[in-house]
């Protein structure tokens, strides 16, 4: 499975961005999908989790009330919407995709990664 992300950027504190990761290669609707985030000088952590199907899905506590993660099987896309920015969101965001049956926040759950979109908040 080939991941590939778009719709990062450099926006204000307050801004929104919807960040796309289009998958290829696979089967998507029989992966779970993630977003991770690796700011500089620290390590990769875990933003955001959805189920095959979308039904369930598993945002990490810091953005719980800001992000919320959405896939679109049809087009083998998931999405990461992010509201009210702050400058603490600037990193690097990968989308993941695993074969876990359930939702996870563990980056071992996942076997597919993409390459990377930049996100830069400005305050």
């Known amino acids: 499975v080939q991941l590939v992300e778009s719709g990062g950027g450099l926006v204000q504190a307050g801004d929104s961005l919807r960040l796309s990761c289009e998958a290829s290669?696979?089967?998507?609707?029989?992966?779970?999908a993630g977003w991770f985030r690796q700011a500089p000088g620290r390590e990769r952590e875990f933003v955001a989790s959805?189920?095959?199907?979308?039904?369930?899905?598993y945002i990490a506590s810091p953005v719980t009330r800001r992000f919320t993660i959405s896939r679109d099987n049809a087009k083998n896309t998931v999405y990461l919407q992010m509201n009210r920015l702050q400058p603490e969101d600037t990193a690097v965001y990968y989308c993941?995709?695993?074969?876990?049956?359930?939702?996870?926040?563990?980056?071992?759950?996942?076997?597919?990664w993409g390459q990377g979109t930049q996100v830069t908040v400005s305050s």
């Open positions: 993941a995709a695993g074969s876990s049956d359930d939702t996870s926040s563990r980056a071992d759950d996942y076997a597919y």
């Open positions: 290669g696979g089967a998507f609707n029989t992966y779970i």
């Open positions: 959805i189920s095959r199907i979308g039904g369930v899905t």
